[in-house]
């Protein structure tokens, strides 16, 4: 970390449950955290050798729909008890996102019904491909997640993949076809 000075440094602030959200996770935080040039991070104050974590806040807009549909309280608690499920649950189980070769560049045709998905707020756009039953469910529900299903054994298997691209930009790409 280059150095700060303490006058463009605000320390000691704390958060609330629904105010902030790790950045990289989307987990919800609560408690301290200081801020450096507009951007908040998790803790007191900076410390001298530790790296910053980077906080966010929640996606306001899914949020305001939430609580417009439960109520302010239920929707705020619903929100990031599905959101910590979804991480939780899910993260370990996602396909590192890698492209599937096409035939003719070393590998057997791709055969079944594959899904993949995208954050929609990722600024990154990356896809991965779920593998696991439980997270499709969950994700097709979550409204953070576009989840796109080809069947490679279908014979209008293209034309899926071409809708599919419409709803996640770079799908063709990432299936290589």
């Not at 450096?36 to 899914?62: F, S």
């Not at 779920?130 to 989840?147: F, M, T």
């Not at 080809?150 to 293209?158: E, K, R, T, V």
């Amino acid at each position: 970390m280059t150095y700060i000075p303490k006058s463009q440094i605000i320390e000691n602030q704390n958060a609330k449950e629904g105010e902030l959200i790790y950045a990289e996770s989307g987990i919800p935080y609560s408690g301290k955290y200081f801020v450096i040039q507009g951007l908040a991070y998790a803790g007191e104050r900076p410390e001298e050798g530790k790296p910053l974590i980077p906080l966010d806040q929640p996606d306001v807009n899914t949020l305001a729909e939430i609580q417009a549909l439960l109520g302010a309280a239920t929707g705020v608690y619903s929100f990031f008890k599905s959101r910590m499920d979804l991480v939780r649950g899910i993260k370990e189980k996602f396909v590192p996102a890698q492209p599937v070769q096409a035939q003719g560049e070393g590998s057997s045709p791709r055969q079944g019904i594959s899904f993949f998905t995208q954050k929609t707020n990722d600024p990154n756009k990356i896809i991965k491909e779920i593998k696991d039953p439980n997270s499709i469910a969950i994700l097709r529900q979550d409204p953070l997640y576009i989840v796109v299903e080809i069947d490679f054994s279908s014979p209008n298997a293209s034309q899926q993949i071409e809708d599919g691209n419409k709803k996640l930009p770079g799908l063709k790409t990432f299936v290589n076809l």
